[in-house]
């Protein structure tokens, strides 16, 4: 809390008095602390790549260049690390416009099935699936009409379908569904890789919050995938939550208003 007074006085023989003005700093010190943590991952996300291409592009001028294999390798870790960036600064832009603009403004609501979102999830993620070896099932047992800006709600399940890809084994399977429950849609993401440790669950929604750090650098995650999610779900009030068992595999539920609930 922080106190501000000031002396009050009326007139020579009226009553005088002091005002004290009370500000609630809990809210602007949070905000300060969020995004000073913000900015110091930020920095870290960029100069670790940073730092391998710099290595790279070193041990190439002190003779692996001449080497075609290791020219080749070389090239290979810098290709990576730019693409790594540029994720990075793809996901950044995305939260911060997702943060900076209020509902309806400047997002293009229309009404739309829950399954247009999906298909073209589906469709985007398919080739990396195939690469992977699984299999993307799609099950929409209702196909609610919903208000959404349908390139971010793309964006959400892709993200969701992606991140099942990553953490599945080869043949497994992800399922992808549709349902319609109490005026709302429910989009569900289910595989059956590694699954989340219970003591995860509650953070994996936060910036940059990773389970396995290593893994999912490795993966090329930017570790913002959830928190774009999240923030994609709050802009249209609905909402995101995961369950998960480890070993057994992860359940990622979405839930969007229903324009026209079934009566
Ligand atoms: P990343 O870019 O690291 O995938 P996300 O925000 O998308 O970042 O996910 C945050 C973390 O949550 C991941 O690093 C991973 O540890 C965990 N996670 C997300 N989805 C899954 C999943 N389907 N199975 C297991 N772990 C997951």
């Not at 400047?106 to 990396?128: C, D, F, K």
């Not at 005026?183 to 993401?189: D, N, R, S, T």
């Amino acid at each position: 809390l922080r106190v501000r007074g000031t002396r009050l006085k009326w007139s020579e023989d009226k009553a005088s008095g002091i005002l004290l003005v009370i500000y609630d700093m809990t809210q602007l010190r949070k905000l300060e602390n969020f995004r000073r943590d913000f900015v110091a991952n930020v920095s870290h996300e960029i100069k670790t790549p940073l730092t391998v291409i710099r290595g790279a592009v070193e041990t190439l001028r002190d003779g692996a260049i001449h080497e075609p294999e290791s020219a080749e390798r070389f090239m290979q870790i810098i290709e990576m690390h730019s693409e790594r960036l540029n994720a990075l600064v793809q996901d950044i832009l995305s939260l911060s416009q997702l943060e900076c603009r209020a509902v309806g403004d400047g997002y293009n609501m229309v009404p739309v099935n829950v399954s247009t979102p999906i298909s073209t999830a589906v469709e985007l993620a398919q080739a990396r699936a195939d690469a992977a070896g699984l299999k993307l099932v799609v099950e929409t047992s209702a196909d609610p009409e919903v208000l959404i800006d349908v390139q971010l709600v793309e964006q959400a399940i892709l993200n969701l379908i992606d991140n099942a890809i990553k953490h599945s084994g080869e043949k497994s399977e992800v399922r992808i569904t549709a349902r319609e429950e109490s005026g709302e849609a429910v989009i569900e993401v289910a595989d059956h890789g590694c699954g989340i440790p219970a003591e995860h669950l509650p953070r994996v929604f936060e910036r940059f919050y990773r389970v396995d750090k290593a893994r999912s650098r490795k993966a090329g995650g930017t570790g913002l995938g959830l928190a774009i999610v999240k923030h994609v779900m709050q802009l249209h009030h609905g909402s995101a939550e995961v369950h998960s068992t480890v070993g057994q595999g992860s359940t990622f539920t979405l839930r969007l208003p229903v324009c026209r609930p079934k009566a």
